[in-house]
């Protein structure tokens, strides 16, 4: 099928994302990377772990009295419907509605950057409020490079979904870009996934002592 | 020399540019290819100076700096630098020959990995020129590298970082291209051992290279942002250094050997003549070993302390590898079985590489014994068993295969002549300089010394070791003679240079076309093009579809500038540390540069272009004459 | 003709013959000549492997020599086409059960090997009076040398392990600066010293090392630690127990010994104005181990090498308080005393002369 075909509801096939080489190409490598960042937080989970509570010696600081629930909840609901509000746009691309994928992908854009604020917010806190900065111990460096990394991956996710909603804003669905959405909203699941275990390693875990 | 493009007669400013942005595989191919060359060569040229160094006892030819220097930077760019890139070459040129396919699955992250590797390994170049290399060795264990002064390391963390950047994005890439663009009929099980061992290196280099990427990232932060990973004084902890680098670098020699095993699981059916013995068995050894491959990185740290639990279950996974392994070896020796060799350069290499990887193999498992390899482990020792594993293995390999494939790659032969006494001088001054390490290791030398006290016992065995360094060096520059002299040889211009070419590489005739095959052939077996010629098919392969349009991928400058952006923001890292005001201004603008880039792209579709059958009609007549490719 | 070449043949068996018979190395520093019960089965391991090695190098020899000769083309004729054989499952189940065979026999005595290299239980055993009944050593690897601490005796002495046959001995290892790794090659494997964990090992010693070409067996660093690690040796000196225990008592009579800055001796005043703040000439310092900024001289006369490799004279150790840098680059005394002729500051030659007796006078033994 040519990238350039113009389509009906009715012409638009089940799988528009797999329906040409590039497509499939697209979502095939979408996974692989996908797996492939997998381990990279893997290991980060794996320092993180022994890293927790380490710092020099006299450190007054642990994970159990500086890591609350209140904040991280929020953000994880925020996280989790953002995932959902993804698939409502997946929804509409299969039955070919433009106007709704577009609709629903900028609501998960505006849910991904509240998430963010919060984000900053409380990496502000503890930096500031806390004394708790990058290099004030393993500990520190750690629990920034981890959360941080996660949130290095809501900026690309932003980024990228918000280019392609300004690049489609006015020309439809076609094979070229249907693959690139799909794309977009697997990896943005795939944060939310990395989320939910960092919310249960880093918060509740941490709470937890 | 390269693959004939659509252009003809073009300057010297257009054939550039024409390489600057190409995204054939082809030519990316090459590209690997020479660059991968010409780190070998300053790798080569490193390990010469060592070997120079260690000739006599007491020796000052280097200093005791530059010597670290010398085997950190040997090491590095050997494994990283060198061999990596040339095998990415073969894998380029090759595999989607192999496949049938026109091109890889994303012919832009396929510049992109090139361009990315090569500013990678050009930044870690340039220490030399820029205050010195990085000393901490290729593993850069964490307490010296952070302790060493200067900016060797970061050079050293901020290219590997890069270049390895490039290699994950192939990685991917490669994958992608096996599973989704296989010609019709060429399901798994029918495809060639080379095209297996890609695939199954590329997904080592996916679950590997991650490992690698965090901990680079921690020794970047510790020792550029402050950051305290490993300084255990504020509560880190150097043992993850080494866990996060091994649980890479032991993947790392599989993503580097299983390629060089399928470069000879192609030579060796070819030149004996005899379908490759126990297809599956072999394809099952390839999976089995990229696995375990994961299972056994402590062993490279059997002496951290890490409690004789974790040895003795690390000892055992490591002893397991050895079956697949074997399995290997007889499949090539019964492929050989019954056969009809002819002894050719390539083949010589393979019939080379057999023995000589076995002595590599035994003295692994040797050190796979974990309590032995508390007196082994970074001796002399090691240093014999992985050159025979590296050199014996993937350094034959990648000489067999750059005779075996010059055809297909650049239309021309390698002086058969001159190929054996490159084979001869090589091959007999690898066993001259490594052989004797062994026992080297055994009486007592730790690796890594820049100079020795006389009177050890070592003094013989280091000067006969040195003298068989420079027979290998000689051999290298006869081979990049041989492949000078090539340039005005003859055209090959037909398909099957060998005569007995299996799979479908073979069906093409060189110089192969910009599009690859002008149809998609039809894939009806194992070995397809064995099958095609035995059955009296003249026209090398039985095509899926009429001859049509070709839809084939523009060419662009934008991997290059991307790539630039990340060599720019290397920069502004490396000098942070020095409190220089413009670093994380020059971080920001290089990162910038390089996500323009990325918004750029996609807001231009790309939607490549299509040839037209009357255009690949008349390329093929002017390419090979009337009647085009038949 | 014939003559010149027999001689030619005669010279190169001559020649291989030299090269393999140096192939076992120097007692002092091989493991292929092991003097210890840790290194002989470690040895005994090695020639069990080898021999498992090389039952399959031979196999696999024998196999690839005879089919690569059998089945040449030019014995096959040009047009000869071999059969295309799939493969064989026998085959295959042979060559991988054979193989797990001969790796399950290596590894009962790995396993084995390993568990009793790795039981270092004693170190916690007291006796009736609440004392270690194992010799423990406390080593403490530094940029560019050793320290070697007995905690339970109260002595520390550097460069120079001084041990007793017979008996096991139990280390804890740790590194001060970066990482290195304790080798004695010719007694037992090597373990690593980290900078943030103990590490605990034990080597046992047969054999005095009296007899030896420098009266020691060798110690390396076998982990690369900067510019100097190739000059990282230290050395073992074994004593039979009653001598090692009277070594003990004359390390323990150093106690309280220091140099006097208004000594007459010019070495003895110069040593204490200048080295002393890193350089005990006591063995009991009553600092914990490894917190010593230099290594301790109070034996420094007994040694058989300065800096850990250089012959031990005084035109050497002259050489070496001169100019530490020349030898050992990287060192950490480099820079901490000035070396000149011209201002009172700085050390002349005639106090570098003074102090290398004094320190070379400084003997436990002698």
């Not at chain 2, 490279?300 to 302390?305: A, C, K, Q, V």
């Not at chain 2, 003859?490 to 007995?500: A, E, L, S």
Request: charged share 15%; aromatic share 14%.
């Amino acid at each position: 099928m040519d990238l350039n075909t113009k389509f009906t509801p009715k012409s638009w096939p089940d799988h528009a994302e797999q329906a040409t080489l590039e497509g499939k190409n697209k979502f095939v490598g979408i996974w692989i990377f996908i797996c492939s960042d997998i381990v990279l937080f893997a290991s980060v989970f794996a320092t993180y772990l022994s890293l927790k509570d380490k710092g020099p010696a006299g450190m007054d600081i642990s994970a159990a009295e500086l890591f609350g629930l209140e904040l991280a909840f929020v953000m994880t609901m925020l996280l989790l419907t953002s995932s959902l509000t993804s698939v409502y746009a997946m929804y509409h691309m299969k039955n070919f509605n433009s106007k709704g994928v577009l609709i629903w992908m900028g609501i998960t854009v505006l849910l991904g950057l509240g998430f963010l604020g919060l984000e900053i917010y409380e990496f502000y806190e503890y930096t500031v409020h806390e004394g708790f900065g990058f290099t004030h111990s393993a500990f520190s460096s750690s629990f920034y490079v981890l959360v941080g990394t996660h949130g290095l991956h809501v900026i690309i996710g932003l980024v990228w979904i918000t280019g392609l909603i300004i690049r489609n804003m006015k020309r439809g669905l076609n094979l070229y870009n249907a693959p690139k959405f799909f794309a977009a909203s697997i990896y943005w699941h795939f944060i939310d996934v990395v989320w939910v275990f960092i919310f249960t390693v880093v918060y509740l875990m941490g709470v937890l002592g | 020399m390269s693959s004939v493009a659509i252009s003809k007669k073009t300057g010297f400013g257009a054939t550039l540019w024409d390489y600057l942005t190409t995204v054939d595989h082809k030519k990316l191919g090459n590209m690997y290819f020479f660059a991968g060359l010409l780190f070998f060569a300053i790798a080569g040229f490193e390990a010469l100076l060592i070997r120079i160094q260690l000739m006599v006892p007491n020796n000052d030819f280097v200093s005791a700096g530059l010597f670290n220097e010398l085997l950190t930077m040997h090491g590095t760019t050997m494994l990283f630098l060198a061999a990596t890139p040339l095998l990415f070459g073969f894998m380029n040129a090759i595999v989607p020959l192999q496949i049938g396919a026109r091109d890889v699955a994303f012919p832009f992250l396929n510049s992109l990995g090139f361009w990315l590797f090569f500013l990678g390994a050009l930044f870690l170049h340039l220490s030399f020129f820029m205050g010195g290399a990085p000393d901490a060795g290729w593993t850069s264990y964490a307490s010296l590298s952070l302790y060493s002064p200067g900016h060797g390391i970061d050079f050293y963390v901020l290219g590997l970082q890069i270049s390895g950047a490039g290699t994950l994005i192939s990685g991917i890439n490669f994958i992608v291209t096996i599973i989704t663009m296989r010609a019709p009929g060429m399901t798994f099980m029918r495809m060639p051992l080379f095209t297996w061992t890609t695939l199954i290196s590329s997904a080592l280099i996916l679950f590997a290279f991650p490992p690698l990427t965090v901990g680079l990232f921690f020794m970047l932060v510790d020792r550029m942002f402050g950051a305290n990973f490993f300084d255990h004084t504020m509560g880190g902890n150097t043992i993850i250094w080494e866990h996060l680098f091994w649980i890479f670098g032991h993947p790392e020699v599989y993503i580097l050997v299983l390629p060089a095993f399928g470069l000879f699981s192609e030579i060796i059916p070819v030149f004996a003549r005899k379908r490759l013995f126990g297809y599956s068995s072999m394809v099952f050894a390839t999976i089995l070993i990229g696995f375990l491959g994961f299972m056994v990185w402590a062993h490279h740290m059997f002496t951290t302390g890490l409690g004789p639990t974790a040895n003795a279950i690390f000892a055992v996974a490591t002893m397991a590898i050895a079956v697949p392994t074997g399995m290997k070896v007889f499949n090539w020796i019964l492929t050989i079985w019954g056969g009809s060799i002819k002894v050719t350069v390539p083949m010589i290499y393979a019939l080379g590489f057999i023995p000589s990887f076995v002595a590599g193999g035994v003295t692994g498992v040797m050190q796979a014994t974990a309590p032995l390899d508390y007196q082994l482990h970074d001796s002399y020792f090691i240093v014999a068993h992985f050159h025979y594993v590296i050199v014996g293995g993937i350094v034959t390999a990648i000489f067999g295969a750059t005779h075996f494939y010059w055809p297909i790659m650049f239309n021309r032969v390698l002086n058969e002549k001159l190929g054996y006494i490159v084979f001869w001088v090589f091959f007999i001054g690898f066993h001259l300089t490594f052989f004797l390490q062994h026992f080297l290791g055994l009486m007592g030398m730790p690796r890594r010394v820049f100079t020795y006290q006389a009177d050890q016992g070592w003094d013989l065995y280091n000067f006969i070791s040195s003298i068989g360094a420079i027979m290998m060096g000689i051999g290298v520059i006869l081979l990049v003679v041989n492949m000078l002299l090539s340039i005005k040889g003859k055209p090959v211009n037909q398909r099957d240079y060998w005569g007995d070419g299996r799979s479908l590489e073979w069906a093409l005739v060189t110089p192969v076309p910009f599009y690859n095959f002008k149809q998609t052939p039809l894939i009806r077996g194992y070995d397809p093009y064995w099958i095609e010629k035995h059955e009296g098919n003249k026209e090398g392969m039985t095509y899926a579809e009429p001859l049509g349009d070709i839809h084939m991928p523009h060419g662009s400058i934008l991997p290059l500038i991307m790539s630039i952006g990340m060599f720019i923001a290397a920069f502004g890292a490396l000098y942070h540390p020095d409190g220089v005001s413009w670093s994380v201004p020059v971080i920001i603008l290089g990162i910038g540069i390089t996500v323009a880039c990325m918004i750029l792209r996609s807001f231009k579709d790309d939607l490549g272009y299509h040839v037209h059958k009357e255009e690949i009609i008349a390329l093929e007549e002017e390419l090979y004459g009337k009647g085009g490719n038949k | 003709m014939m003559k010149g070449l027999k001689k030619w043949r005669l010279f190169s068996l001559l020649a291989v013959m030299t090269v393999f018979l140096s192939a076992c190395g120097e007692e002092y520093i091989s493991t292929l000549k092991p003097a210890g019960a840790v290194g002989k089965e470690q040895f005994n391991l090695l020639l069990f492997s080898i021999t498992i090695m090389a039952l399959v190098v031979v196999v696999v020899s024998v196999l690839y020599i005879y089919a690569f000769l059998k089945f040449r083309r030019s014995k096959q004729g040009e047009d000869y086409m071999p059969k295309q054989v799939e493969g064989s499952h026998t085959l295959e189940v042979i060559w991988t059960v054979i193989p797990i065979v001969f790796l399950l026999i290596l590894t009962v005595p790995t396993l084995i090997s390993t568990y009793k290299f790795g039981d270092v239980a004693a170190m916690e055993h007291v006796d009736e009076n609440g004392n270690k009944t194992a010799l423990i050593v406390d080593v403490t690897a530094k940029l560019y040398w050793w320290e070697f601490a007995y905690p339970d005796l109260g002595i520390v002495t550097a460069q120079e392990l001084v041990v007793p046959t017979g008996e096991k001995v139990y280390f804890n290892l740790l590194a001060a600066d970066v990482k290195h790794s304790f080798w004695i090659p010719s007694i037992g494997g090597k373990m690593d010293t980290n900078v943030e964990n103990i590490n605990k090992f034990y080597l046992e010693f047969d054999e005095e090392s009296e007899g030896l070409k420098d009266g020691v067996f060798y110690g390396k660093c076998a982990e690369l630690c900067g510019p100097s690690h190739a000059l990282m040796d230290f050395k073992v000196k074994t004593l039979a127990p009653e001598a090692f225990d009277a070594w003990v008592a004359s390390m323990k009579a150093t106690e309280g010994q220091t140099a006097s800055k208004d000594s007459a001796d010019l070495g003895e005043a110069t040593f204490a104005a200048s080295c002393l703040g890193c350089h005990a000439v006591s063995s009991v310092t009553g600092m914990p181990s490894g917190t010593a900024m230099g290594p301790n001289l109070s034996a420094f006369g007994d040694r058989s090498h300065i800096a850990g490799f250089l012959d031990f004279n005084k035109e050497n150790l002259v050489s070496w308080i001169k100019n530490p840098e020349k030898y050992k680059p990287g060192n950490l005394m480099t820079g901490k005393y000035k070396v000149g002729n011209n201002n009172p500051d700085e050390l002349s030659d005639e106090e570098i002369s003074a102090v290398a007796d004094y320190i070379m006078s400084l003997s436990v033994e002698k």
